[in-house]
């Protein structure tokens, strides 16, 4: 790996985003580049300066919650017409001779194959996680490892903790959600000018 | 009667996998090794940040659930050109937060 790729990784490395193999690379690359390793210890501090800044002002209750019924009614609305639709099209005996058909195709797989799949870890995991029950679940007590050691713990346990099966895709979008307010604006910030782009030298306009 | 029953059973069986995509997300067991793998990485951090931290987290995700779905692709390609910054536009872009958000009511 060479520098520019290495220094294109480093957010996604403090991010925790990189896959395995990359991650390697980076550290090979690291271990015998001083230059980059200076820039990751630049790009971490950077971006936990960032985190440390104040979160976006909380909206009240009673907006938050007014809002997100509103969202939800116009989904529970447009599923609610999704429906109608489609039970007026779909004639029942399709219906019936599609589900029969694939009835006698799972009953031929499994004879053909002669077992049955086994059974998930974590087929009871509840499909839709609440706040509530985010909160409920007992997390494991907070405990800092150094990088190395953090870095060996990559492999997923066969059942994962009942916070984690809950709620997979908060775990997967978290660098999003950590970032939220910065993605949602990222095009204003993008366009906001900074002092030091207006030209130097330039004496103010006089007013008088 | 048990026929009808039975076929009704398999249909609701098919439909359920699809339900639970559109309600949250899939389940752990359908993600795939990589997907896991970064979702457990994701957990171990989220572990160690504070628990207001946690908590404000915890929200956004009911808000980013909430989005409508052209909302949440925009928020991950965001995201990916974010991630693509090299150090200098980095260190700028975080110069322009800071003046955005300390120029906000």
Redo the contacts between chains.
């Keep these: 790996m060479r520098c520019g790729r290495a220094q294109k990784h480093m957010t996604a490395a403090v991010d925790g985003e990189l896959g395995p193999r990359q991650r390697g690379a980076l550290d090979r690359h690291l271990a015998g580049c001083d230059p980059c390793r200076r820039e990751l210890a630049a790009t971490e501090r950077t971006l936990r300066a960032l985190d440390a800044l104040p979160m976006e002002r909380a909206v009240s209750d009673g907006l938050e919650q007014t809002t997100l019924r509103r969202v939800r009614l116009a989904a529970a609305e447009e599923e609610e017409r999704a429906h109608r639709r489609w039970r007026l099209w779909l004639p029942i005996p399709a219906f019936a001779v599609a589900t029969v058909a694939v009835l006698v195709l799972a009953v031929g797989i499994l004879t053909r194959t002669g077992e049955a799949p086994a059974p998930r870890a974590v087929a009871s995991a509840p499909l839709k996680p609440s706040a509530e029950r985010l909160a409920r679940a007992q997390p494991a007590p907070p405990t800092r490892r150094p990088r190395a050691e953090a870095r060996q713990a990559v492999e997923p346990p066969a059942e994962p903790p009942a916070e984690l099966a809950a709620a997979p895709d908060l775990f997967m979008n978290l660098p999003i959600l950590k970032n939220m307010e910065r993605l949602e604006h990222f095009e204003a910030i993008q366009t906001t000018t900074l002092d030091d782009e207006t030209p130097s030298g330039q004496a103010e306009p006089s007013s008088g | 009667m048990r026929l009808a029953l ?2 009704a059973l ?2 609701l069986a ?1 439909a359920l996998p699809a ?2 995509q559109q ?7 359908q ?1 795939t090794p ?16 504070p628990e207001q931290r ?13 989005l409508p779905p052209q909302e949440q692709q925009r ?2 390609q ?2 990916d ?7 200098g536009q ?12 300390s ?1 906000r009511p």
Excluded: C, S
Aim: avoid cysteine; hydrophobic fraction near 30%.
């Design positions: 039975g076929i398999v249909a098919l339900a639970a309600w949250g997300g899939r389940p752990w067991h993600l990589e997907e896991q793998q970064r979702a457990w990485q994701n957990y171990q951090r989220y572990q160690q940040l946690q908590r404000m987290i915890e929200r956004r995700y009911q808000q980013f659930q909430a928020l991950r965001n995201y050109a974010y991630r693509g910054l090299d150090p980095r260190r700028e872009f975080v110069e322009k937060y800071r003046r955005w958000k120029g």
